[in-house]
């Protein structure tokens, strides 16, 4: 089972989208019978059937296993993987191309999420390692000093880019998002 399996297909979308297939697949987080799933969620084999086949046709469950009980052969699914990733790019640009230069945009960092969400939905998750670092935090700057900080920001980022950016080595990728932090109070 993978960690992450990113949708870039509008039928996987299509599959993974209705709440009883959600439900579904929900319970074949382990390896399940459609029959055991039914009972759980008080549907019939059948119905759970159904849903399970369209979810292992988009390739969002597989039959890891199957067994006879009363003469009958009854599949074993399990989840692909533990979460998935629907493509920001399923829904398509709305309004119109952003400007990519524009890096203080809201449609800027909108991009760059999306493609760090594509990069590491992407990684071999098999890799014995897999070199990476997560950062978060807050910071308060006053609107006075906010270009200040901006800018500061640029210049420390623009100096690690120098030092590190030669032709050997691993390569990396680098996104850097700083955004208003929403109201504490939703």
């Not at 979308?13 to 382990?30: D, G, H, S, T, Y």
């Not at 890096?103 to 014995?128: C, F, H, I, K, N």
């Not at 990476?132 to 308060?140: A, F, N």
């Not at 900080?149 to 100096?159: E, G, I, K, P």
């Amino acid at each position: 089972m993978r960690d992450v399996l990113y949708l870039d297909q509008i039928e996987q979308a299509e599959a993974l989208l209705k709440p009883q297939r959600i439900e579904v697949l929900r319970q074949l987080a382990e390896p399940r019978t459609c029959t055991e799933v039914a009972a759980v969620l008080g549907q019939t084999p059948q119905r759970v059937y159904y849903h399970v086949k369209r979810l292992v046709e988009a390739g969002l469950v597989q039959q890891v296993s199957e067994r006879r009980v009363r003469g009958i052969t009854e599949g074993i699914y399990r989840a692909s993987a533990r979460s998935y990733w629907l493509s920001p790019g399923l829904v398509g640009r709305i309004g119109g191309l952003r400007r990519r230069q524009d890096e203080l945009s809201l449609g800027y960092l909108l991009d760059l999420m999306e493609q760090v969400q594509a990069d590491v939905a992407a990684l071999d998750r098999t890799a014995p390692e897999l070199p990476s670092i997560g950062v978060s935090g807050e910071i308060r700057v006053t609107p006075e000093r906010r270009q200040e900080f901006l800018n500061d920001l640029r210049s420390a980022l623009q100096d690690l880019f120098t030092r590190y950016g030669g032709t050997e080595g691993d390569a990396f990728k680098l996104a850097v998002a700083c955004y208003p932090k929403g109201d504490d109070s939703e």
